[in-house]
């Protein structure tokens, strides 16, 4: 058990540290594109930086509103556990609990799912501005970097 903690420490590490280097690079090059060192007419990094500003905000947004969501939803199991059960038996308390545990279980499912599709995104967007801005620097030989 403790070993699998420690590997899942050490892979969340590596993720977070990789994220954070193409983060630097991402902040350069956004720089440069505001200072108007890269043109937008001749590069694509502009549309990859307003993809990485969505994906940010996607990131940002999903657990909030996940929360209210997963909170509806359970709320809507739990009836529709209490109808069901009263079709069924006259027991709504036991509809009521586990369609609250269905709707929580389904709702946390579902959050983590589109918070992990959000960051798989924006760590894609953050590698792909990082791997055009290298070749960008390696072509250009005014850039003074090999």
């Not at 720089?31 to 940010?56: M, R």
């Not at 809507?76 to 556990?81: E, I, N, V």
């Not at 801005?133 to 390696?138: G, I, K, L, T």
């Amino acid at each position: 058990m403790k070993k699998s903690i420690t590997s899942t420490i050490v892979v969340a590490a590596l993720l977070l540290s990789s994220i954070s280097f193409a983060s630097e690079t991402v902040h350069d090059v956004r720089e440069q594109v505001k200072a108007g060192a890269i043109d937008p007419d001749t590069s694509c990094l502009d549309e990859y930086i307003h993809d990485a500003n969505k994906q940010i905000l996607a990131t940002t947004l999903t657990p909030p509103v996940g929360v209210v969501g997963d909170a509806a939803g359970t709320m809507g199991a739990m009836l529709t556990g209490v109808y069901i059960t009263s079709l069924i038996a006259r027991d709504q308390l036991a509809g009521a609990v586990l369609g609250g545990f269905f709707g929580i279980v389904i709702g946390t499912a579902t959050v983590v799912a589109l918070e992990t599709v959000a960051i798989t995104k924006l760590v894609k967007v953050n590698f792909l501005i990082k791997v055009i801005a290298e070749a960008r620097n390696e072509s250009d030989p005014l850039s003074g970097k090999s």
